[in-house]
């Protein structure tokens, strides 16, 4: 099992940033790709940004140059700083971990952070 906590949401002004964080910890595997998914209201989830423990990274179009997504593999922590917010960034951001090889396949969530951008 792997267990992901998140915080750093809230509310802002268009224009305005936030950084998100989210911190794995339990049954984790050195190679992985940890991201960050958002979800609006009557929309799907969809992928904002990944890296990779290589730190090979991807973004969503809508948020590349605004977004920057980092993280710390001895602290197990990976962070999403989010610049110019737009209010389509709104909705509930999800951590996510993910890890496959020959013998187990992981993909575990955390439990979402709500980011509310006013205009």
Same mark, same amino acid.
Not at 20 to 25: D, E, H, P, R, V
Not at 39 to 42: E, H, L, R, S, V
Not at 74 to 82: F, G, R, S
């Given at each position: ?5 998140? $915080?750093?949401? %809230? ?5 305005? *940033?936030?950084r998100?964080?989210?911190?794995? $910890?339990g *049954?984790? =595997?050195?190679?992985? !790709?940890? %991201?960050?998914?958002r979800?609006?209201? %009557?929309k799907? &989830?969809?992928?904002?940004? !990944?890296? +990779? ?6 973004y ?5 140059? &605004? =977004? +920057?997504?980092? &993280?710390d ?11 110019s917010? &737009? ?9 996510n971990?993910?890890?496959?090889? =020959? ?6 969530? %955390?439990?979402? !952070? ?6």
């Open positions: 099992q792997v267990q992901l906590v998140e $915080s750093g949401g %809230g509310l802002v002004q268009a224009g305005e *940033s936030l998100l964080s989210c911190t794995a $910890s *049954s984790i =595997f050195a190679i992985n !790709t940890m %991201g960050w998914y979800q609006a209201p %009557g799907q &989830r969809e992928l904002v940004a !990944t890296i +990779t423990n290589t730190g090979s990274r991807n969503a179009d809508s948020v590349k140059g &605004r =977004f +920057t997504i980092s &993280r593999n001895a602290k197990n922590t990976v962070n999403l700083q989010m610049n917010l &737009r209010p389509e960034d709104t909705g509930l951001y999800y951590c971990y993910k890890h496959s090889d =020959f013998q187990i396949s992981q993909d575990y969530w %955390g439990q979402g !952070t709500q980011v509310t951008v006013s205009s």
